[in-house]
Nanobody, 121 residues
Framework: QVQLVESGGGLVQAGGSLRLSCAASGRAGGMGMGWFRQAAGEEREFVAGIAWNGRTTDCLDSVKGRFTVSKDNAKNILYLQMNDLKAEDTGVYYC???????????????WGQGTQVTVSS
């Protein structure tokens, strides 16, 4: 069983920064992990992911150059550094984990509860 707990969300002004964290426990060691987000009334979208070997995959053009995914393998914590935040980045951000390669659009079996990010303009 895998447990994923996100933290770091909150309210920030446009142009500001936040760093999200996802603490993984259970059988998450060695899994690829990723960040998704879902705005109200919209579908969930894959932001970025990182494979077990550290290779990152960016899936959302609108955040490229502003968001960076990383992972502390020793602590099994996934991060999402978000800079120059915009109002359209508002949503619930979810952490996910699963075995196998990280590709945009892939299915993840394990999910966290999500953390709310609100960007005021």
């Amino acid at each position: 069983q895998v447990q994923l707990v996100e933290s770091g969300g909150g309210l920030v002004q446009a142009g500001g920064s936040l760093r999200l964290s996802c603490a993984a426990s259970g059988r998450a060691g060695g899994m690829g992990m990723g960040w998704f987000r879902q705005a109200a009334g919209e579908e969930r979208e894959f932001v970025a992911g990182i494979a077990w070997n550290g290779r990152t995959t960016d899936c959302l053009d609108s955040v490229k150059g502003r968001f960076t995914v990383s992972k502390d393998n020793a602590k099994n914590i996934l991060y999402l550094q978000m800079n120059d935040l915009k109002a359209e980045d508002t949503g619930v951000y979810y952490c996910a984990a699963d075995w196998g390669a990280i590709t945009c659009g892939r299915y993840f079996a394990n999910w966290g509860q999500g953390t709310q990010v609100t960007v005021s303009s």
